[in-house]
T-cell receptor, first 117, second 118 residues
Framework: AQKITQTQPGMFVQEKEAVTLDCTYD???????LFWYKQPSSGEMIFLIY??????QNATEGRYSLNFQKARKSANLVISASQLGDSAMYFC??????????????FGQGTELSVKP | DTGVSQDPRHKITKRGQNVTFRCDPI?????LYWYRQTLGQGPEFLTY????????KSRLLSDRFSAERPKGSFSTLEIQRTEQGDSAMYLC????????????????FGPGTRLTVT
């Protein structure tokens, strides 16, 4: 069965510094997608970044980058130059890739990030 | 803004009552998903639709839960005979299978409906 593990319940980072949020996954499928979502206290899930299992390069989106290590089955999120508005819950998720590309997401338990001024 | 919308945003009900939630996906998105999120946990998949067809249901979706998507547009999630364990945030998401109509891989989430069963 597919599984996502986030081992850091909470993290603190100083404003303007970089932070890495850990995510490991388990799947026997050769084709899968990995996602990171941000959930502020308002509750809405905000898409941050995506990595496909066959992508050769690590994904980047602005201040977010995904450190994808396929052999280790890890997909860590790196946030550079942290801002106070980055304080939120962060979820790593994996999607089953079916023939029609739109499978369900399996989420980890999340990491609560707090950015200190 | 034509994002995913959910109604109501909050619902308080007494145990044993029926409740119904609505989700309006992004137009042109043919896939619609329901997830449930309890406090301190990540969202858990409940069910999804492609157009009007319900393609998969989680075993979490007991027979008290039913979801519909008539005409492949909005969707409703009904919970009958609510129990205190049903208290959670119910999230709806939509995605598209058509390249060029948005991020091909992303599921766009709505703001959620927070259910409290007393």
């Amino acid at each position: 069965a597919q599984k996502i593990t986030q081992t850091q319940p909470g993290m603190f980072v100083q404003e303007k510094e970089a932070v890495t949020l850990d995510c490991t996954y388990d799947t026997s499928d050769p084709s899968y997608g990995l996602f990171w979502y941000k959930q502020p206290s308002s509750g809405e899930m905000i898409f941050l970044i995506y990595q496909g299992s066959y992508d050769q390069q690590n994904a980047t989106e602005g201040r977010y980058s995904l450190n994808f290590q396929k052999a280790r089955k890890s997909a860590n999120l790196v946030i550079s130059a942290s801002q106070l508005g980055d304080s939120a819950m962060y979820f790593c998720a994996m999607r089953e890739v079916t023939y029609n590309q739109g499978g369900k997401l399996i989420f980890g338990q999340g990491t609560e990030l707090s950015v200190k001024p | 803004d034509t994002g995913v919308s959910q109604d109501p945003r909050h619902k308080i009900t007494k145990r044993g009552q029926n409740v119904t939630f609505r989700c309006d996906p992004i137009s042109e998105h043919n896939r619609l998903y329901w997830y449930r999120q309890t406090l301190g946990q990540g969202p858990e998949f409940l069910t999804y639709f492609q157009n009007e067809a319900q393609l998969e249901k989680s075993r979490l979706l007991s027979d008290r839960f039913s979801a519909e998507r008539p005409k492949g547009s909005f969707s409703t999630l009904e919970i009958q005979r609510t129990e205190q364990g049903d208290s959670a945030m119910y999230l709806c998401a939509s995605s598209s299978l058509k390249p060029g109509t948005g991020n091909y891989h992303e599921q766009y989430f709505g703001p959620g409906t927070r259910l409290t069963v007393t």
